[in-house]
């Protein structure tokens, strides 16, 4: 099996990036409790299992109590576990996490790269404005989340915002998938637009911005699909998160490995079982390895270890 010698996590978070959240972050002596978990029974299968729950609501419930419970002491404890360096893209979620809040987290854990938010609720100038201030304080790229932000991607603001990495070459990183994150009975299911999120609406939003750099989160598993609505289009990547080696290898069979970014969406997903199906689906290319698991996302930021 290829050796994997470094990993930039392209996709992590910390704290609870649900509505009504506490201050999570940095809480300690925090330990997972029990509780019906179809994302655990999804990792057991090497995440060749579909995440589709008898009961919809029971993933629903599961990710929200991953969420509170994925502390910085928890994640720095994962990191630890790993065998070889792990460096971490974070990428908070406005309006229940902030750039400031990922910025202190790095500060201690150097490992978290912090990428920044929108803050939606602020007058497109001044948005705009405090986006150029986090990059300058070292935010290495823009996290867009258009169903639990309920703005859709064609929204002036997020366009003030796109012009703004666009100048400083910094990519953005947008959820993809108008699944739920709030059971129909929750008052936050009224406060969201899962549609914003929707595979063709994403596609649309990366043909507008062709030369800005877009991470199209959560793809890796339908790379076919992305592969013929993206044609044409360089400036699209996608992630690995909660994906097989099976669709680890296709998908870098379809886009190249220069276009797939190693991902594992903590705390929904798990550092460890995804680093084992990458090193599965790339046995014998350490080329191909290094590309997804490190220097794709190292070149997309500037990063090096």
């Known amino acids: 099996m290829t050796e994997i010698h470094r990993i930039l996590d392209s996709h992590a978070h910390i704290g609870d990036i649900f509505h009504g959240s506490g201050n999570v972050t940095f809480k300690t002596g925090v330990v997972k409790s029990v509780y019906d978990d179809p994302f655990a029974a999804c990792e057991k299968s090497g995440y060749a299992q579909p995440l589709i729950p008898e009961d919809p609501d029971d993933l629903i419930r599961a990710g929200k109590r991953r969420s509170e419970e994925w502390t910085l002491e928890n994640l720095t404890a994962e990191l630890d576990r790993q065998t070889c360096p792990v460096y971490a893209v974070m990428l908070p979620i406005w309006p229940n996490q902030t750039f400031e809040e990922y910025l202190a987290a790095s500060k201690l854990e150097p490992r978290i790269i912090p990428f920044t938010s929108c803050a939606l609720d602020m007058p497109i100038r001044e948005m705009a404005d405090k986006l150029r201030r986090d990059i300058e304080r070292g935010a290495k790229g823009l996290k867009l989340h258009p169903t639990i932000q309920n703005t859709p991607l064609d929204d002036p603001k997020i366009s003030a915002a796109m012009e703004v990495f ?17 059971t129909a009975d929750s008052p936050y299911s009224r406060l969201t637009t899962p549609a914003y999120s929707a595979f063709d609406e994403v596609i649309a939003f990366c043909r507008r911005w062709p030369d800005v750099k877009i991470v199209v989160a959560h793809c890796c598993g339908y790379a ?29 069979e379809r886009f190249g490995a220069e276009r797939i970014l190693f991902g594992s969406d903590v705390p ?38």
């Open 166 to 182: 666009r100048a400083a070459d910094l990519p953005v990183v947008t959820h993809c998938g108008d699944n739920p994150y709030y």
């Open 224 to 252: 076919e699909r992305l592969f013929e609505a993206a044609q044409g289009l360089r400036n699209v990547y996608t992630d690995t998160t909660m994906c097989s080696a099976e669709k680890m290898k296709q998908a870098v």
């Open 268 to 305: 929904f997903g798990s550092l460890g079982p995804s680093i084992a199906e990458l090193k599965k689906a790339f046995a014998g290319d350490a080329v191909a390895a290094d590309r997804v698991a490190f220097e794709n996302m190292a070149e997309l930021i500037g990063f090096a270890d």
